[in-house]
């Protein structure tokens, strides 16, 4: 049963800090790889989407990155702004045309001024 | 980008009436569609999957009869809490997913609270 791991669950930084946040998953056997954000109170953001043949996409300050072998995929963010702020998940899909997401538990963000 | 809607945003109501919520795709057509539910502080839990003009699949633990999921084309989809009660408060969220391996969208969800 694949399981999706993101540490840690909150971390403060100041203005201006470039970031990194993590997930780790179990089974490589993926699809692909979807990085989301929620704001309180709100639905999910699509940020970016990695297939599995990928090893990285870019969307403007964001990029992530892929290592599928060792089940680990990354969101840099950089020049981090208050406005970035939000729940940050990632989810894996495995092969299948009706196949689910796995989502981990998100990382809470704060960007302080 | 592509967008999904989701209605309403809120509902307040009392203890057995039935709500329904519906989910739209608005510029892509969804051959798959999700609800979620979110507890506070949680991730999304998987209630259910349904794919245009089929029966939905629903995850383990959830009551079929308790929420009904009608995907009756490939923009929308509607989950109706029937004879809601408190312990069905929550969040819930709806996405849609085209064919392939095109990202999920999600709608902003509809809080559900139940006096």
């Known amino acids: 049963k694949q399981e999706v791991t993101q540490i840690p669950a909150a971390l403060s930084v100041p203005e201006g800090e470039n970031l990194v946040l993590n997930c780790s998953f179990t089974d490589s056997a993926i699809y692909n790889l979807q990085w989301f954000r929620q704001d309180p109170g709100k639905g999910l953001t699509s940020l970016l989407l990695?297939?599995?043949?990928?090893r990285e996409q870019t969307s403007g300050r964001l990029n992530a990155s892929l290592d599928k072998s060792s089940g680990r995929s990354t969101l840099y963010i950089a020049a981090s702004q208050p406005g970035d702020s939000a729940t940050y998940l990632c989810a894996v899909r495995p092969p299948g045309a009706n196949s689910k997401l796995t989502f981990g538990k998100g990382i809470t963000l704060s960007v302080r001024p | 980008g592509a967008v999904v809607s989701q209605h309403p945003s809120r509902v307040i109501c009392k203890s057995g009436t039935s709500v329904k919520i519906e989910c739209r795709s608005l510029d892509f057509q969804a051959t798959t569609m999700f609800w979620y539910r979110q507890f506070p502080k949680q991730s999304l839990m998987l209630m259910a999957t349904?794919?245009?003009?089929?029966?939905?699949?629903?995850e383990q633990g959830v009551e079929k009869d308790k929420f009904l999921i009608n995907h009756a084309s490939l923009t929308l989809s509607t989950l109706t809490v029937t004879s809601a009660h408190p312990e069905d408060s929550s969040f819930y969220i709806c996405?849609?997913?085209?064919?392939?391996?095109?990202?999920?969208?999600f709608g902003d969800g509809t809080r559900l609270s139940i006096l």
């Open positions: 349904s794919n245009e003009g089929s029966k939905a699949t629903y």
């Open positions: 990695i297939q599995s043949s990928q």
């Open positions: 996405s849609a997913r085209e064919p392939g391996g095109q990202p999920q969208h």
